[in-house]
């Protein structure tokens, strides 16, 4: 009975007209599929006064009628259903995404969606994520696509859609003109706002995306043609091993003082702290970049770091041997010019599993490579790290150690205390693998010896609702920003390079550090003379 009534309804069509249909879909978008934006305001809003009463009225209504304006001109008759279909599922898929992690969608955040690996994209597809989208998006796709659309002929559809843009603009005039003082202070101070507001915050930033893409085909920037390698006399080979940590946040390593002994094995290890380090950016896909270059955050431009040569392409010129060993998302352009070992395509099952491998891999055949180096070399460690929303799957079974854990995707599913601690046992996992590491360094004191661990990006694990990582950096938390790095120092380097190890834990902790040092402290590192080193960047000047 209920089948046949089910069939019935999908096997009749409704119809209504292009404008009620515009007006509905209006609605639709600036309720339903704005829940972030409205939470936002919900939280921000205080009414104090008449004024701030007035424009919190009025802006349900601004939303509403900037849609409608936009749609009225968009929708035309050939392709209404199918770039209505299109708006629908994105911007479901983006509602969710706001909703449930707090992130804004701006030109990194599609940055970051586009850059993307297909392990990271299948570690968000979930099945609340995937209902979520279905009730909010499929189903009122499927609606459309049984509903016939009535037109007008066109010199009458045209002036409707005219008077319709026309009303709008004068109702958005006399909204600006009574709470104009209200508008521009909310914008101002809330700049952010604007990456909420769904289908034109995508659209937004997907044009801004291939406005800087747009000029890849341009010449590659070399800033130094014949940097040089000049060692100390009599000097052993150096050998220096970065670390590149993923999703790392100081907050949770104990070595920076968290209640939770998440560092048990390099808190036995003779290392230089560094206390407080600001990351490049919030999301791999500018801070890996950033990291590299010798532009320094306030002057990056990420599409034109890719373009410029980075401190890899000058170790390699200067004569190091330079190798980057990927278990990551990819080097993001930075390591297009070395020698390159993909370890997850090994696809070794006893580090690998369910597409993704743990960090152990990376040092897999390590002692092989270090026995007899026939040059100095710049080793380049590309960590998985503390990946989420699957920060249950970064670490073997032995290291669940703090409990309750939240062993799923649907962050929303689980307390934060579940989230804490499940994220504290990637942390507890990493120092394993940094532990051994330098086990394997300690082998081979023939050599000069240095590893440097920093970390991309910190993460949000659900403070102030928020989660993941990703937000416009002058609104996201300390707990994205501000990321662990230390360095091990063996006493061959400290002795041949003249390095006081105490000035400089003391250095560590008393100043302040980020990203824009590391290209400068590794140019000093590999004793590489070229003309864009900046000693005021350089740490360990």
Same mark, same amino acid.
Request: net charge negative; glycine share 4%.
């Given at each position: 009975m209920i089948y046949e009534?089910?069939?019935k309804i999908w096997h009749s069509q409704w119809e209504i007209s292009s404008g009620k249909l515009i007006f509905i879909l209006s609605l639709y978008f600036a309720t339903v599929l704005d829940l972030s934006f409205w939470r936002f305001v919900w939280n921000i809003v205080e009414i104090n006064s008449i004024a701030v009463a007035v424009f919190a009225f009025s802006l349900p209504f601004f939303i509403f009628l900037t849609l409608w304006m936009f749609f009225n001109l968009i929708y035309v008759k050939y392709v209404f259903k199918s770039l209505t279909g299109l708006l629908l599922l994105v911007s479901a898929a983006a509602n969710y995404a706001m909703?449930?992690?707090?992130?804004?969608?701006?030109?990194?955040?599609?940055r970051n969606v586009i850059e993307t690996d @297909?392990?990271?994209?299948?570690?968000?597809?979930?099945?609340?994520?995937? /209902?979520?989208?279905?009730?909010?998006?499929?189903?009122?796709?499927?609606?459309?696509?049984?509903?016939?659309?009535?037109?007008?002929?066109?010199?009458?559809?045209?002036?409707k859609r005219l008077f319709n843009i026309v009303l709008s603009l004068l109702i958005l005039a006399a909204f600006?003109?009574?709470?104009?003082?209200?508008?521009?202070?909310?914008?101002?101070?809330?700049?952010?706002?604007?990456?909420?507001?769904?289908?034109f915050n995508y659209i937004y930033a997907t044009g801004r995306y291939y406005q800087k893409e747009a000029r890849r085909n341009r010449e590659f920037v070399i800033l130094d043609q014949a940097p040089e390698f000049m060692p100390a006399a009599d000097a052993p080979k150096k050998l220096i091993v970065l670390v590149v940590g993923e999703t790392a946040r100081a907050a949770n390593f104990s070595l920076y003082g968290y209640e939770r002994e998440t560092n048990p094995l390099l808190q036995k290890e003779d290392l230089i702290v560094?206390?407080?380090?600001?990351?490049?950016?919030?999301?791999?896909?500018?801070? @890996? %970049?950033?990291?590299?270059?010798?532009?320094?955050?306030?002057?990056?431009?990420?599409?034109?770091?890719?373009?410029?040569?980075?401190?890899l392409d000058i170790a390699k010129l200067a004569g190091y041997q330079v190798l980057w060993r990927e278990n990551?998302?990819?080097?993001?352009?930075?390591?297009?010019?070395? %020698?390159?070992?993909?370890?997850?395509?090994?696809?070794?099952?006893?580090?690998?599993?369910?597409?993704?491998?743990?960090?152990?891999? /990376?040092l897999e055949g390590l002692d092989d490579?270090?026995?007899?180096?026939?040059?100095?070399? /710049?080793?380049?460690?590309?960590?998985?790290?503390?990946?989420?929303?699957?920060?249950?799957?970064?670490?073997?079974d032995e290291f669940k150690k703090f409990r309750p854990s939240c062993d799923t995707a649907d962050l929303q599913n689980c307390s934060q205390e579940e989230i804490i601690s499940t994220y504290d046992n990637t942390i507890l996992y990493t120092d394993y693998v940094l532990a051994q590491l330098i086990g394997?360094?300690?082998?081979? %004191?023939?050599?000069?010896?240095?590893?440097?661990?920093?970390?991309?990006?910190?993460?949000?694990?659900?403070?102030?609702?928020?989660?993941?990582?990703?937000? %416009?950096?002058?609104?996201?938390?300390?707990?994205?920003?501000? @990321?662990?790095?230390?360095?091990?120092?063996?006493?061959?380097?400290?002795?041949?390079?003249?390095v006081d190890v105490g000035a400089l834990k003391e250095k560590a902790s008393k100043e302040n550090f980020s990203h824009d040092n590391l290209f400068h402290t590794l140019l000093n590192l590999t004793d590489i003379k070229t003309t864009v080193y900046d000693q005021h960047l350089d740490i360990l000047k």
């Amino acid at each position: 009975m209920i089948y046949e009534k089910l069939k019935k309804i999908w096997h009749s069509q409704w119809e209504i007209s292009s404008g009620k249909l515009i007006f509905i879909l209006s609605l639709y978008f600036a309720t339903v599929l704005d829940l972030s934006f409205w939470r936002f305001v919900w939280n921000i809003v205080e009414i104090n006064s008449i004024a701030v009463a007035v424009f919190a009225f009025s802006l349900p209504f601004f939303i509403f009628l900037t849609l409608w304006m936009f749609f009225n001109l968009i929708y035309v008759k050939y392709v209404f259903k199918s770039l209505t279909g299109l708006l629908l599922l994105v911007s479901a898929a983006a509602n969710y995404a706001m909703f449930t992690f707090g992130i804004f969608i701006d030109s990194d955040m599609y940055r970051n969606v586009i850059e993307t690996d @297909v392990q990271e994209t299948l570690a968000l597809i979930t099945p609340i994520s995937c /209902l979520w989208v279905f009730v909010t998006g499929v189903l009122p796709l499927l609606l459309l696509l049984k509903t016939k659309i009535k037109y007008d002929h066109f010199g009458r559809e045209l002036k409707k859609r005219l008077f319709n843009i026309v009303l709008s603009l004068l109702i958005l005039a006399a909204f600006a003109a009574v709470s104009y003082k209200e508008y521009v202070s909310f914008g101002r101070n809330h700049n952010e706002v604007r990456k909420l507001i769904n289908t034109f915050n995508y659209i937004y930033a997907t044009g801004r995306y291939y406005q800087k893409e747009a000029r890849r085909n341009r010449e590659f920037v070399i800033l130094d043609q014949a940097p040089e390698f000049m060692p100390a006399a009599d000097a052993p080979k150096k050998l220096i091993v970065l670390v590149v940590g993923e999703t790392a946040r100081a907050a949770n390593f104990s070595l920076y003082g968290y209640e939770r002994e998440t560092n048990p094995l390099l808190q036995k290890e003779d290392l230089i702290v560094f206390g407080n380090v600001e990351a490049c950016g919030t999301s791999t896909a500018v801070s @890996v %970049p950033c990291m590299f270059s010798h532009m320094t955050r306030d002057d990056l431009d990420v599409t034109d770091a890719k373009f410029t040569q980075n401190v890899l392409d000058i170790a390699k010129l200067a004569g190091y041997q330079v190798l980057w060993r990927e278990n990551d998302g990819g080097c993001k352009g930075v390591c297009d010019r070395v %020698p390159t070992e993909d370890m997850r395509a090994t696809k070794d099952e006893k580090f690998c599993k369910n597409g993704s491998c743990f960090d152990e891999i /990376l040092l897999e055949g390590l002692d092989d490579k270090l026995k007899n180096l026939e040059s100095d070399t /710049l080793l380049v460690l590309h960590t998985m790290g503390s990946h989420g929303p699957t920060y249950f799957e970064r670490y073997p079974d032995e290291f669940k150690k703090f409990r309750p854990s939240c062993d799923t995707a649907d962050l929303q599913n689980c307390s934060q205390e579940e989230i804490i601690s499940t994220y504290d046992n990637t942390i507890l996992y990493t120092d394993y693998v940094l532990a051994q590491l330098i086990g394997i360094l300690k082998k081979y %004191p023939q050599y000069q010896t240095v590893m440097l661990y920093v970390s991309d990006h910190g993460e949000s694990l659900g403070e102030n609702n928020i989660y993941l990582h990703g937000l %416009p950096y002058a609104i996201a938390p300390d707990y994205q920003t501000k @990321v662990p790095m230390f360095m091990w120092m063996s006493d061959v380097y400290a002795k041949y390079n003249g390095v006081d190890v105490g000035a400089l834990k003391e250095k560590a902790s008393k100043e302040n550090f980020s990203h824009d040092n590391l290209f400068h402290t590794l140019l000093n590192l590999t004793d590489i003379k070229t003309t864009v080193y900046d000693q005021h960047l350089d740490i360990l000047k």
